[in-house]
């Protein structure tokens, strides 16, 4: 999770994995710390079962998994299901618990749309990439509300193509970037798919967008600086002398290499992140 946190309650042989952020935790402190933290990603199906077993049955806590299963069963509100497990082991404060309430009763309130909308962008801006694309086609896929705002959908298909271009999905990003520059007629997109299609190396399709949307010579040549800025940043300069350091050293042999082989375990590790389900 990436941080202490002390537990006063019993801690569980067996974890309860939480699948959307494919999490395992063993208290109901770390259950807290899920709610409170993933706020914007918890459906209704955080509450089941499942859940209510695994916290009478490890952790020991009978009378809050039946009062959990009796909002189950009842039909109650999630945010009343969450209240009930935020409370049984303070370790949240009454007014965080307070504000988790709300932000659900306000979700309960949101469309289906709205609601994929808010957790697509939460997982974009956590750099899960796969999941954000996942939930970003869904968006797309609800084409009745699409339809009403063309430039919400171009917004959408702006962010799915951002979410490609973190997965190094240059060429998808590019015609998502494209698509919603049709449509939001923002110049933002198309900076951001002429971006794409340089690091996708097609110099030819740049041309060709340079002049299909009249892009000015001077305008063309602040998109290039930048893009020059961005590829000559200090941070991506030292990464890249870093890694000719290591290459030049491993002289063919990579395996052998520990400082090579562990960047390159560092960098699989972060992608894999980004693509983690």
């Known amino acids: 999770m990436g941080e202490l946190i002390l537990c006063s309650h019993p801690i569980a042989a067996m974890p309860y994995y939480i699948d959307n952020i494919s999490l395992n935790v063993y208290s109901l402190e770390e259950l807290c710390y899920y709610i409170e933290n993933h706020l914007y990603l918890i459906e209704a199906d955080f509450m089941s079962e499942e859940l209510c077993l695994w916290i009478g049955q490890e952790l020991d806590e009978k009378d809050l998994a039946q009062s959990l299963?009796?909002?189950?069963?009842g039909n109650g509100s999630l945010s009343d299901f969450t209240e009930l497990i935020l409370r049984s082991c303070g370790y949240c404060s009454?007014?965080?618990?307070?504000?988790?309430?709300?932000?659900?009763?306000?979700?309960?309130?949101?469309?289906v749309f709205e609601c994929s909308k808010i957790r697509a962008d939460r997982y974009m801006e956590s750099e899960k990439y796969v999941?954000?694309?996942?939930?970003?086609?869904?968006?797309?896929?609800?084409?009745?509300?699409?339809?009403?705002?063309?430039?919400?959908e171009g917004?959408?298909?702006?962010?799915?193509?951002?979410?490609?271009?973190?997965?190094?999905?240059?060429?998808?990003?590019?015609?998502?970037?494209?698509?919603?520059?049709?449509?939001?007629?923002?110049?933002?997109?198309?900076?951001?798919?002429?971006?794409?299609?340089?690091?996708?190396?097609?110099?030819?399709?740049?041309?060709?967008y340079k002049e299909e949307f009249?892009?000015?010579?001077?305008?063309?040549?602040?998109?290039?600086?930048?893009?020059?800025?961005?590829?000559k940043s200090e941070d991506i300069l030292k990464k890249q002398s870093e890694a000719e350091h290591l290459i030049k050293d491993a002289q063919g042999q990579l395996e052998e290499n520990k400082p090579l082989m562990e960047q390159i375990r560092k960098w699989s590790e972060a992608y894999k992140k980004s693509c983690r389900l």
């Open 69 to 73: 299963r009796s909002v189950l069963l």
């Open 94 to 111: 009454e007014d965080t618990i307070r504000h988790i309430r709300s932000v659900l009763l306000d979700m309960q309130n949101k469309s």
């Open 131 to 152: 999941k954000a694309i996942h939930e970003y086609r869904k968006l797309l896929g609800m084409e009745e509300e699409c339809k009403k705002n063309p430039v919400l």
């Open 155 to 208: 917004n959408i298909r702006h962010n799915l193509g951002t979410a490609c271009a973190g997965l190094f999905l240059f060429d998808e990003a590019a015609a998502n970037f494209l698509n919603a520059y049709r449509l939001n007629q923002n110049r933002e997109s198309l900076a951001a798919c002429m971006a794409a299609c340089r690091l996708a190396k097609k110099t030819d399709i740049l041309k060709k």
């Open 214 to 231: 009249h892009v000015s010579d001077e305008a063309f040549k602040s998109m290039s600086d930048q893009w020059n800025s961005v590829l």
